[in-house]
């Protein structure tokens, strides 16, 4: 079959077979969109940017919370040729800004909620067209419900090939300026197959998709629900207590969310009272979650899945396997990322790219049709990732006997005291262990004697009254001489982006230089 064509079938299966059923329900407004009026709205989309004049290649930008237009827009991509990029709108407005203007989208579909930034987007794109996506429309722009009010596009697809780019999808910017990796056809339809295999996904999954709709974890675990007939869930702003109604209520099937998700869900009061019964999977990506956070779901019998991914490999490399994980398993596994999924190839290599001794720590690479192309309009870091056919992800991670995986921490976040690579995750998952915190990160700073000293960060409980002496002492008690960090400092909070990962470039602008951070 030519790509084209497994393309089209990729996009408008469900729509065919299942018209009827639910594809999207929006949880706030308690709209619920079928497979039949996503393609037809998407074919709609469709329609008005080839009217305005859009051809392959050209970018089409998305600023938005969750809803279902998301996915009307992704499925207008393969009939027009065109590229989504989807932005996170709580950058800065300078990053924001440089984005925009290198990406150069010709049409951009924001939701009123963003008017006081898209009015700064309009200066620094003047040859763009604004479509806003609700009713609110405070520039008189076109209307979205005009644009649904035309006949879809009953015209030939674009054609394209497997390698052709769908998506720009950005990277956090954890560590500084964002950058836009190209999502191919290949990468989602290899994204969405793996986890549909991997998972087991059927159209009786019913799924809350927390994630928001710039990060990549979000569209490929999305669109498995939808590759597979089932329903996704949306909802504008992330409410603890809202979601324990939905799981029970809507009789959610699977839960996919970032530690912090969880954490805020096992500390409400609802949590013990919450009917757990139809879910059979519970996922977790974006960072390593403690086994704290994983207790509470364990004693309701849930099986609790970490997922390892990136942007730039596809959010499914490792997961411990859904079929064949107990959760005696899962507590003898607790903080292991799991073993290589379906379509990925995973090696852990030293500083000469030779593979390590298991045991040994090391960087994760990886090789997968789910690896993005490459990075947009920028083919130095393009050649520094993707090295003959495989991801360098700069992770360090260690495989224990039994082919377990376990990611150590970021490689350039590992620090040298004395000649010896310390890995702060860790520490962090030791300091995490604690009832009293709430929240920790462990980063190296500069130390004229040992090269690097390790410096604690750690947010309280809510309640809870401990002194940085009394954690250091507690520190010293448990871990080797060498990995007990120089400084602890006690803050009200460490800065995180939407899907829990630390800023770490502003961590260091405000913390790394003095011990107090002053």
Same mark, same amino acid.
């Given at each position: 079959?030519?790509?084209?064509? $497994? ?14 059923? !639910? ?9 619920r969109? !079928?497979?039949?009026?996503l ?5 709609r ?21 969750? %809803?279902? *237009?998301?996915?009307? $827009?992704?499925y ?20 924001? #800004? ?23 987007? &309009? ?11 609700? +009713? ?16 879809? *596009? ?15 999808c ?6 500084? !300026?964002?950058?836009a990796?190209?999502?191919?056809y ?17 159209a009786f999954d ?13 569209w490929?675990t ?18 603890? +207590? ?6 029970? #209520? ?19 009061? @609802? ?8 879910i ?15 207790e ?11 997922v ?22 899962? &507590? =003898?596994?607790? /903080?292991?990322a799991?073993k ?15 593979d390590?001794?298991?045991? =040994?720590?090391?960087e994760?690479?990886?090789?997968? /049709?789910?690896l993005?192309?490459g990075? *947009?309009? #920028?083919e130095?870091?393009?050649?520094s ?11 360090m991670a ?16 590992m620090?040298?005291?004395y ?14 262990? *604690?009832?009293?915190?709430? +929240?920790?990160y462990v980063?190296?700073?500069? +130390?004229? =004697?040992?090269?690097?000293?390790? &410096? %604690? ?17 507690? @520190? ?22 939407e ?6 470039? =502003?961590?260091y ?10």
């Amino acid at each position: 079959m030519e790509d084209s064509s $497994l393309l089209y079938s990729f996009f408008v299966n469900r729509s065919v077979r299942d018209p009827e059923r !639910t594809a999207i329900f929006e949880y706030d407004s308690k709209e619920r969109v !079928t497979y039949r009026e996503l393609v037809r709205n998407a074919g709609r989309v469709a329609a008005f940017l080839k009217m305005m004049g859009l051809e392959k290649g050209d970018r089409v930008a998305l600023c938005s919370r969750n %809803a279902h *237009w998301c996915f009307e $827009l992704l499925y207008a991509m393969p009939v027009t040729g065109t590229v989504l990029t989807t932005y996170n709108i709580r950058l800065k407005s300078q990053e924001l #800004n440089s984005l925009l203007v290198c990406e150069a989208p010709k049409v951009l579909f924001y939701e009123s909620f963003y008017a006081e930034k898209v009015s700064q987007f &309009k200066l620094a794109l003047p040859d763009t067209l604004f479509v806003v996506l609700d +009713d609110d429309n405070p520039f008189g722009d076109i209307a979205y419900r005009g644009v649904l009010d035309r006949e879809p *596009w009953n015209g030939a697809w674009a054609e394209l090939g497997f390698e052709d780019i769908c998506m720009l999808c950005h990277t956090g910017g954890t560590t500084g !300026t964002p950058k836009a990796a190209k999502i191919s056809y290949r990468s989602i339809f290899y994204n969405t197959l793996n986890q549909v295999l991997e998972y087991s996904t059927t159209a009786f999954d019913i799924m809350y998709v927390s994630f928001p709709l710039f990060h990549i974890a979000a569209w490929s675990t999305a669109l498995s629900i939808l590759q597979s007939g089932g329903c996704i869930i949306f909802k504008k702003v992330f409410d603890t +207590d809202d979601t324990l109604r939905m799981i029970e #209520n809507e009789r959610m099937t699977i839960i996919s969310g970032s530690p912090a998700v969880y954490q805020r869900l096992s500390k409400s009061p @609802l949590f013990d009272k919450t009917d757990f019964s139809s879910i059979r999977c519970v996922r977790c990506g974006a960072a390593p979650p403690s086994r704290e956070i994983m207790e509470p779901f364990w004693k309701k019998g849930l099986v609790f899945l970490n997922v390892y991914g990136m942007t730039e490999s596809g959010t499914g490399i490792l997961s411990l396997p859904i079929g064949s994980t107990t959760i005696d398993t899962l &507590k =003898e596994k607790a /903080g292991s990322a799991g073993k290589p999924m379906i379509f990925a190839q995973v090696r852990i290599v030293d500083d000469d790219g030779n593979d390590v001794r298991p045991g =040994e720590p090391g960087e994760l690479l990886v090789k997968s /049709g789910m690896l993005f192309t490459g990075y *947009w309009q #920028n083919e130095e870091e393009t050649r520094s990732a993707l090295q003959d056919g495989w991801l360098h992800t700069g992770d360090m991670a260690r495989c224990d006997s039994d082919g377990f995986y376990y990611i150590c921490g970021r490689k350039k976040h590992m620090y040298i005291t004395y000649g010896e690579n310390i890995f702060p995750l860790e520490i962090e998952n030791f300091i995490m262990s *604690w009832p009293e915190t709430a +929240d920790c990160y462990v980063f190296g700073v500069p +130390d004229k =004697e040992r090269g690097e000293v390790g &410096k %604690a960060l750690i947010a309280l409980a809510p309640g809870a009254a401990l002194s940085e002496d009394e954690i250091m002492l507690r @520190l010293k008690g448990q871990l080797s001489t060498i990995k007990v960090p120089r400084y602890i400092q006690i803050v009200d909070h460490i800065p995180r982006n939407e899907v829990g990962k630390v800023l770490t470039s =502003e961590v260091y602008e405000r913390y790394s230089l003095h011990s107090k951070g002053e």
